[in-house]
């Protein structure tokens, strides 16, 4: 049974073990680099665990046990508090198509709704073909608006949204 936990100081190592194994798996996926994320310290990562689960953000993990398969994050937009965004999603291969990625979507739209927001936006990096399907059938959809893959200049980040009904 997957259960969401909420990322806090006390599971902090978990949510690098797993952020970092993201990075490593799917390093196109994220606007952040294993390179750069590998080089925290562990109190560092307790201090991002700290700021992730304040006001107008979240970070759950998802765990199978004791085990960190999935992670997903999710923060009010600074100029429109309106607006939501679900940043970090990702599952471990061997727990994909399991409904996982659903329930951590699903996840940040609970928390965006108890924020009173109206609206969940994301980022996908263009060669993300299965990602961006996956939002599809989510309910999201593309808006047209784009800008360069900070790490490879071949590829665009795509911006998709739905609303919060």
Known sequence: MIILDPVTPQNAMLFK???????????????STYADESRLTDAEWVKRASLRNGEGSIVYLAMDATTPCGIVGGFLDKDDASRAHLVSMWVAPVHRRLGIGRKLVEAIFDWARAQRARSVQLIVTSNNDAAIEFYKRLGFTLTGNTAPYRNDPALNDLEMIRPIL
């Open 17 to 31: 073990q797993v952020r970092l194994q993201a990075l490593r798996d799917t390093p196109k996926a994220f606007s």
